[in-house]
């Protein structure tokens, strides 16, 4: 298997770029077919990036028999977050909760130390950031997509003994039963893993809200054949509608913390 790099570096899709489309056809079109540059980098893009390397490290751990400390990640925490609000191109924005670097480093602390409280380090880690390449299809038609479908498994592990997905997710709020029943990215990790191993993989789904008094939602997703038919249609259909030019504006509050909002006419 390539690498995540490799992968990105040949025609592609992804989950977010098609999430990205059925929000708003314009933001899909300035972000991932003109590449106009961000005006800003959304705060959360820097947690989330900075959450995955912390809990990446600290999941390697369970390989090498000697867990990481709270205070271990705590500092690569603070100091992921330093280096990414610090470092070159455009402008870091903070919400309104965040509204500093001492506050967002204070908050990621406070939703480091509730993972920590709740979530036990699994047996064994089989690879973090797996990257996987899916040929998808349209349901209806079984005329293969023109790309691939690209991403990477957050972490795969051995828990209770059965090798299982994680996916680890920073949120404003718990997810809701829709957002879970209905969630694109499970499904695709799972589809994803058919060539690395068993078909019926777990995806458990690890959310910390971005709260005063972080909340830590756990989740087991089965997924099912529904949902699999639910990605590869909506999938072919943003496919089709990419080479078919829509490229539509959907305005509405989504615009206000839109970063290629300066490009969108
Ligand atoms: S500003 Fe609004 S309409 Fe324009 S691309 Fe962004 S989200 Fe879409």
Request: glycine residues 8%.
């Amino acid at each position: 298997m390539k690498s995540l790099s490799e992968l990105r570096a040949l025609p592609h899709t992804s989950v977010s770029a098609i999430k990205t489309f059925v929000q708003c056809p314009r933001k899909y079109r300035l972000n991932y077919v003109d590449k106009v540059e961000f005006a800003f980098r959304p705060i959360a893009l820097a947690i989330g990036t900075v959450w995955h390397d912390v809990l990446g490290h600290w999941l390697g751990s369970a390989t090498t028999g000697s867990a990481a400390t709270p205070e271990e990640l705590r500092e690569r925490l603070r100091t992921g977050i330093e280096a990414a609000v610090n470092a070159d191109g455009p402008p870091v924005l903070f919400d309104d909760a965040e509204q500093n670097l001492a506050g967002t480093i204070d908050l990621a602390s406070r939703m480091l130390d509730a993972f920590l409280r709740e979530v036990v380090l699994p047996e064994k880690t089989l690879g973090i950031e797996v990257p996987f390449s899916l040929q998808l299809s349209d349901p209806d038609t079984g005329e293969l997509l023109p790309v691939p479908l690209v991403g990477a498994m957050d972490a795969i592990v051995i828990e209770g003994g059965c090798r299982m997905i994680w996916e680890l997710k920073t949120a404003k709020q718990r997810y809701s039963a829709d957002q879970l029943c209905y969630d694109l990215q499970s499904t695709a990790y799972r589809l994803g893993a058919h060539d690395d191993g068993p078909i019926d993989v777990d995806v458990k789904l690890i959310v910390v809200t971005k709260a005063r008094a972080p909340v830590v939602q756990v989740e087991r997703l089965k997924g099912g054949l529904q949902a699999e038919r639910d990605l590869q249609a909506t999938a072919a259909s943003v496919l089709r509608a990419v080479a078919a030019g829509v490229d539509h504006p959907i305005r509405g509050w989504a615009c206000r913390g839109c970063p290629v909002a300066h490009a969108c006419r």
